[in-house]
C-alpha cells in the first residue's frame, strides 16, 4: 500500500485545492492511501533557531508526516502571484531536514489561472530535491461555490481522471524506489 500525504496551500474553510485533494483521497485507486494533511495553518513561523530539539510539535508532526509518506500531492492556490505564505513556511519547516530529499511530488491544480504560482512552486520544491512528477492534474473549480465543487468533482469524468492520475503518480514513485 503506498502512503500518499496531500497538502492544500489553502487555509480557507470552502478551499477548492482542499477540496480537490479531498476527492483525491476519496478516489484513490486500489492500493493507494492519500491522506490530507490538516495542521498547516497551526505551524508557528519557521525559524532556524527553533529546530532540533526546539522543534515545535506541529512542526514535527509535519515532518514526520512527510517524512512517513511515499509520495506528496500539494495543491496551491495562487497569491499575489506567488505562493501563499502558509504552504511557504510548512516548505521552510522541511528545507534542513532530508524528508524532501527524492520525495516523490506532484502538483495538482483547481484553477487554470495559478501560472505564477505554478511556477514558483516547482523552483521551491526542485530546489529541495523533490522528485517531481511533471504531469499533472488540473480541475477548473475557481470560483465555484462547495455545491458546484461537489458536483464537479463527482462527475464521472473527472472521478476517473483524478484516479487516473494519482495510479500514474503511484506508478512514478514505484520507479523512482
Not at 134 to 150: M, N, Q, T, W, Y
Request: glycine share 6%.
Amino acid at each position: 500500500m503506498l502512503n500518499i500525504l496531500a497538502i492544500s496551500g489553502s487555509l480557507r474553510a470552502a478551499s477548492t485545492n482542499s477540496a480537490l485533494l479531498a476527492a483525491l483521497a476519496r478516489n484513490a485507486p486500489p492500493g493507494c492511501r492519500v491522506t490530507v494533511h490538516d495542521g498547516l495553518g497551526r505551524l508557528p513561523i519557521f525559524n532556524p533557531d527553533d529546530e532540533g530539539e526546539r522543534t515545535p510539535s506541529e512542526a514535527s508532526r509535519l515532518i514526520d508526516a512527510v517524512t512517513g509518506a511515499d509520495g506528496l500531492i500539494v495543491s496551491c492556490p495562487e497569491y499575489a502571484h506567488g505562493v501563499p505564505g502558509g504552504l511557504k513556511n510548512a516548505l521552510d519547516w522541511l528545507v534542513s531536514r532530508d524528508a524532501a530529499v527524492a520525495k516523490p511530488a506532484m502538483p495538482v491544480h483547481a484553477s487554470p489561472r495559478s501560472l505564477f504560482a505554478r511556477a514558483a512552486l516547482a523552483e521551491i520544491m526542485r530546489t529541495m530535491s523533490f522528485a517531481m512528477y511533471e504531469d499533472r492534474l488540473e480541475i477548473a473549480l475557481l470560483g465555484k461555490k462547495p455545491p458546484e465543487v461537489a458536483a464537479i468533482l463527482a462527475d464521472e469524468a473527472n472521478v476517473l481522471a483524478m484516479r487516473d492520475a494519482v495510479q500514474a503518480f503511484a506508478d512514478f514513485i514505484r520507479r523512482q524506489t
